[in-house]
């Protein structure tokens, strides 16, 4: 299941033909389940991953517009190759890093995750991809930072939302250094054993399963380590409504909606909404994470 990075994965590379289906079997097996690693152990119910097409052609992206069809139709204009993620603040190698050698000799996994919009909708991906953890390690963190930084490329002539200024761009998105260390958490690199759609924040995004999705900062440029936490989009655009923190938490609504419940995409018009789960499912992983906070107060 784990293998070197490459620019040029495919599905083959990282499944062994036949165990894509049995593994998903072997999720309601703990034994097998603790073999075959955190993305299967973690799992209490069978995660059924959404089509590709469910996954590629819904998406939240902003740089390219408002609505959820505007990336699938704009984001192959996006550049991606060649492509470089600048490191800079409280790192011991600072420096502008070819991807390549950013994730140079790292294992790309797969891991099926389950997805949570603030929005109310949700889905399960099967992601490819390197713990953060392992590139933070790369670059070396430095004693004082408490922080991580994330920036999304700003392409004008690619992104139609860009030139509308519907939001203020760069997208920047920001995790606590435990959070960012934390094995659930992902750069991607890829889904389906493919390299990442456009649309999806290629060629590399973050994935924080336990966070609602705008945490999950697309087509990342810029990775700052500080000391302060850092100002982040959402937050910044309206505060009362997004957090820093922004924990899946069923118990806490968004002051606009409830968020006890999801429509799982892909479940058909008369789909019934499904329960949304504390921390997304993930809450025996990450709720030590919060020990001591009171999470109603950290939208
Ligand atoms: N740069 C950037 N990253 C972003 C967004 C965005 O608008 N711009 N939207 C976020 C939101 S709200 C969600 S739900 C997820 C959607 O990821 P997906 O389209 O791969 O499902 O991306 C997140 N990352
Ligand atoms: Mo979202």
């Known amino acids: 299941m784990a293998h070197r990075w490459r620019n040029d994965l495919t599905r083959a590379d990282v499944t062994p033909p036949g165990l894509w289906t049995d593994r998903r079997r072997l999720l309601v097996s703990g034994a097998a389940a603790a073999a075959l690693g955190p993305a299967v152990a973690i799992a209490e119910e069978r995660l059924e991953p959404n089509s590709f097409e469910e996954i590629t052609t819904y998406n939240n992206f902003y740089e390219f517009g408002y609505d959820k069809t505007d990336p699938v139709r704009h984001a192959a204009a996006m550049v ?68 991580v930084a994330f920036e999304t490329t ?18 920047v998105e920001g995790l606590r250094l435990d959070e960012a260390r934390h094995p659930l958490t ?12 456009n649309q999806n924040g290629a060629p590399i995004r973050l994935v924080v399963p336990w966070k609602y999705g705008f945490k999950s ?32 938490n069923p118990n806490v609504d968004h002051p606009r909606w409830s968020q006890a419940t999801e429509r799982r995409i892909g479940g058909g018009l008369f789909s019934r909404r499904q329960p949304t789960l504390m921390f997304n499912g993930y809450e025996s992983e990450v709720a030590s994470l919060y020990e001591g906070m009171d999470l109603s107060r950290h939208y």
């Open 80 to 147: 991606t190759e060649p492509w470089s993620v600048r490191v800079d603040g409280l790192v011991e190698r600072p420096g502008e890093y070819a991807l390549a050698e950013l994730l140079e000799g790292l294992e790309a996994e797969e891991r099926i995750y389950r997805f949570r919009c603030v929005e109310g909708w949700s889905r399960v991906v099967p992601w490819l991809g390197v713990e953060l953890a392992d590139v933070l390690e790369r670059i070396g963190v430095r004693g004082e930072a408490r922080y």
């Open 154 to 171: 700003v392409q004008p002539d690619a992104m139609p939302g860009v030139r509308r200024g519907v939001l203020d761009f760069p997208y």
């Open 186 to 197: 992902l750069l991607a690199t890829g889904l389906y054993g493919q390299p990442l759609p």
């Open 217 to 248: 900062t697309k087509s990342i440029v810029r990775i700052t380590l500080v000391a302060e936490q850092p100002p982040t989009t959402w937050s910044r655009m309206a505060p009362q409504e997004y957090g820093f923190y922004a924990n899946v």
